[in-house]
């Protein structure tokens, strides 16, 4: 059974970065995209980022300038920074799979961890 | 970016009821639109993939039907572990989209 599991800071600074690695197991990180999806307080579903085991990434254009993801094969473990960390950055952050192509669905998830934003 | 729309944003249902719950891309995504299932505080649960696919695991009483732009999610039978919120996301191009979410309430 695949598992994923955020760590990272849950109280952030505004100004500051924001940074969460999620940790893979019972899956290869080979071969299958690995993605980041927030849901602040009360709203809907946004997806951030998405890198592939191969170190190929791409990111949500409305976050693009601040949002780096990097995947370390070695540790099965892959991550997010996000900077210049505001109040509307709090959210619920995970991270998931999407097994193989980008165009598949998001089948596995990690359980969450809560970030706030604040001073 | 592909804007994904949800009808009805709520709705109130009783055990045993058949609920449909719709979504609409604002341009064709062939059938690349999946179906999730989230509780509160909790992640989201996979159910439909490829538009009418159900995942390994999840009740018949849901299904999945539509391509292009319009797509249903229906649940014959609600059951009491139903009531939750319903997200459709389109996986047709980057940056993936989700719906704003249909919560299906007891009514």
């Known amino acids: 059974q695949v598992q994923l599991q955020e760590s990272g800071p849950t109280l952030v600074k505004p100004s500051e970065t924001l940074s969460l690695t999620c940790t893979v197991s019972?899956?290869?990180?080979?071969?299958?995209?690995w993605t980041w999806i927030r849901q602040p307080p009360g709203k809907g579903l946004e997806w951030l980022a998405t890198?592939?085991?191969?170190?190929?990434?791409t990111h949500n254009t409305s976050l693009s300038s601040r949002v780096t993801t990097s995947i370390d094969p070695s540790k099965s473990q892959f991550s997010l920074q996000l900077s210049s960390a505001t109040a509307a950055d709090t959210a619920l952050y995970f991270c998931a799979r999407v097994r193989g192509d980008f165009s598949n669905p998001i089948d596995f998830w990690g359980q969450g961890t809560q970030v706030t934003v604040s001073s | 970016d592909i804007q994904m729309t949800h009808s009805p944003s709520s709705l109130s249902a009783s055990v045993g009821d058949g609920v449909t719950i719709t979504c609409r891309a604002s341009?064709?995504?062939?059938?690349?639109l999946n179906w999730y299932q989230q509780k509160p505080g909790k992640a989201p649960k996979l159910l439909i993939y490829?538009?009418?696919t159900l995942q390994s695991g999840v009740p018949p009483r849901f299904s999945g039907s539509g391509s292009g732009t319009d797509f249903a999610l229906t649940i014959s039978g609600l059951q009491p572990e139903d009531f939750a919120t319903y997200y459709c996301?389109?996986?047709?191009?980057?940056?993936?989209?989700f719906g704003g979410g249909t919560k299906v309430e007891v009514k």
């Open positions: 996301q389109q996986s047709y191009s980057s940056p993936l989209t």
């Open positions: 341009q064709s995504i062939s059938t690349n």
């Open positions: 890198v592939y085991y191969s170190g190929t990434t």
């Open positions: 019972g899956d290869s990180i080979n071969y299958s995209h």
């Open positions: 490829a538009a009418s």
